[in-house]
């Protein structure tokens, strides 16, 4: 058949799918209308029936709509002469009859696995193109070539999807690309949900997006069990997670949480990196063992015994209470050692062992006070003196002094500004250069090296707010009793095989105004999610990996990254060092093998970079050639402004990115109109730890000996750098060429 006539044949069903998306969409708005229409009074039943029926068809409709765009993207015929259309969600049509097939479905596999050595059942798969709803362009991979007809064969166009996909220029935001997914990458996304995974592949292998789609898939193959607990994807930091952002709502899945390290800890925002040896130090897990000594540091026993003033005899002036007489109550050295052993004992967090230290203290001088006022000292009197005793200021600095109450942002920062503090908690397990790598101002910002520290303490002091505690306590309460609620109602209305008892009551409490799993989850330090998938995970430090498991009790995890590109000195140098501890012989190891972003050119400049940085290091193969061959300018030679203009001459509508070391960042910057977010400008000038995970049409690469001396992983932040091109490179050197780059063409200025 001509391709002409297999354009109108596609069009013809396109069409009719995009009908079925309208009624469908119609439906649902209509349903919603009347749900809502039946407004929010009534039995408590009825609100319970129109909560989850209003929260079900908003839901559908976000998905009807987020699907508008390549509703359907391919087709595959199998020897069976059977025909299945594959698309961005399901569409059956009133007999029920599948029209299209979710692309997370297991019957849209062999779109995705079928390769000519091994093409299952499949005589053809086709990649259909569509421009709003008009079918422009299609193309085939036929397997079983002896039952093609003539014309067939010559529509044959192989590789035409994914090279198509990939020539697209660069938009600032990553987009799905459901409809080109690789085999390889399918294993990766449609690996069980259990255990831990782990995705290890060289730059521009689809890491991210493979990431991505698995977290759609997940949430579509095990949804009952993941809605409720909810995804979290932690990226390098907040512009990536803004780049990535539009994946998954264009997948249809808004339950998804994206997150950094620096915003793991609620309310801080860290984006500060600390420098080399301080990195180093927060990373390592000994700082658990500080952290925990810092907090036992905090509680303290006097010098001799506890003395204290307390007034005897107050009286009016003027309206305010005055002391007349006072007496010092006293608590013998020896016994506040074992109060302070005691609350120890419990093995509770800091604040709330507290409890105990104030009450054993309180009791011991009101004993001595009683003894010394010759009052009666029995239980109820006792009790009574105690309380007394607590409503003295002297008596509560006192026990500040002693057993304060701490948060995590005051223990971590007086830990990390105060010498003295530093020494006692640091001695037994730092050196004392480690420690002086630590010691900052007070007022210095958070650094994303500070959050896993944050977050042990957080975990050892517990929360301070005793308030918080109870109305967690009581919301507990209320939530058992909602759900034991909606059971009822759902077994009423036969919808236990749909919905989850608990995700109703959950709803149904939240009553809209935080029904999403990230406002939950964001609301709750201990919220455990369903599935963590973390990307760029070389990164992350021993310390933060600690941070990550805390959050993921179940170890269902998905970690995708490349050791070669470790730009942190915290970071991995192997994937057992920072998983052993956790789930030693039992996390899985994918790898990706194909580039699908560098050109062939630039990723030779980038393996010769590898080489000598990482020796044992394979680089991953492109699939494709670029535009220009790579180029180095001497500084002197070329104007920095002029070359970035003639560059963007070359890339029309695409974007550049310029990379600098950390320290030039600020001068260079200082050159291109300011830019509010890197992602939207044509030009963004960008540290290397910045661009991580991002990709430019052409990319500057300015003073790359200064990249790479900027510390002990500089080869490897240079190796990224060069990586994040997808059709151009160029290269402006301080002093002579680095010899890792001598592949380079010399460049005229
Ligand atoms: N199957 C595919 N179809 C179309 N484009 C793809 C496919 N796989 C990857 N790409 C494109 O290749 C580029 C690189 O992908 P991605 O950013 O996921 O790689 P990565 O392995 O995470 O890279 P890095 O480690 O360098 O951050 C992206 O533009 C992505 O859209």
Known sequence: MARAEALIEEQAYISLLYERLDIARTRTEEALRVVLARGGTGTRQAVVEREVSAYEHTRRLTQLSAVERGLCFGRIDDTGGDTLYIGRIGLRDDDHESQLVDWRAPAARSFYVATPADPGTLVRRRHLHLRGRTVVDLDDEVFDLDGLSEPDRRTLVGEAALMAALRRGRTGRMGEVVATIQTEQDRVIRSGLAGVLVVQGGPGTGKTVAALHRAAYLLYAHRSTLER??????????????????????????????SSVGELHRGVHAVAEDEPRAAVVKGDLRMADVVG?????????????????????????????????????????AEVVRARDHARSLLKPHNLARAAFVNRVLAALARDEAAQLDRPSDGDDLRHAAANLWHHRTVRNALDRLWPELTPERLVGELLSDEE?????????????????LLRAPDAPWTVGDVPLLDEAAELL???????????????????????????????????????????????????QETTTADRAARDRNWAYGHVIVDEAQELSAMAWRT?????????????????????????????????RYVEGRWREERLLVNYRTPAEIMDVASD???????????????????????????QSIDLRHLVDSELGHIGEGRLGVVTPDARHAEIAALFPPADDPLDATVAVLTVSRCKGLEFDAVVVVDPGGIMAQSPNGGQDLYVAITRATRRLSVVYEGSLPQELRRLEPGLG
Not at 550 to 577: C, F, K, N, Y
């Open 421 to 437: 503090r530093l020494r006692s908690a640091a001695g037994p397990y730092l050196s004392e250069i480690e420690r002086a790598a």
């Open 293 to 333: 000594k810092a907090v036992r540091d905090r509680q303290r026993v006097p010098s001799g015994d506890l003395e204290v003033a307390v007034p005897v005899r107050t009286s009016l002036r003027d309206g305010v209470e005055v002391v007349v007489d006072e007496m010092i109550v006293r608590m013998p050295h």
């Open 548 to 580: 990550v498991m805390r959050r993921v009790p179940t170890r269902s995890l998905t970690l995708v990254g490349d050791i070669a590109q470790t730009g942190s000195p915290a970071g991995a140098r192997s994937w057992g060092e920072m998983l052993d």
């Open 462 to 512: 517990g929360e301070v707010d005793k308030g918080a505690a109870a109305r967690r306590r009581r919301a507990e309460e209320d939530r058992m009793e909602e759900e034991i609620y909606a059971r009822e109602v759902l077994t009423v209305n036969e919808l236990t095989e749909v919905m989850e008892a608990s995700d109703v009551a959950d709803r149904n409490r939240d009553s809209g």
């Open 609 to 635: 970079v590898l080489k000598e940085v990482a020796p044992g290091q394979e680089p991953p193969e492109s699939v494709r050639y670029g535009e220009a061959p790579p180029r180095a300018f001497s500084a």
């Open 229 to 258: 607990r909810g995804v979290l994807v932690i990226g390098p930091n907040a512009v990536f997670s803004r780049y990535i952002s539009q994946v998954l709502p264009s997948l249809g899945e808004t339950e998804v949480v994206l």
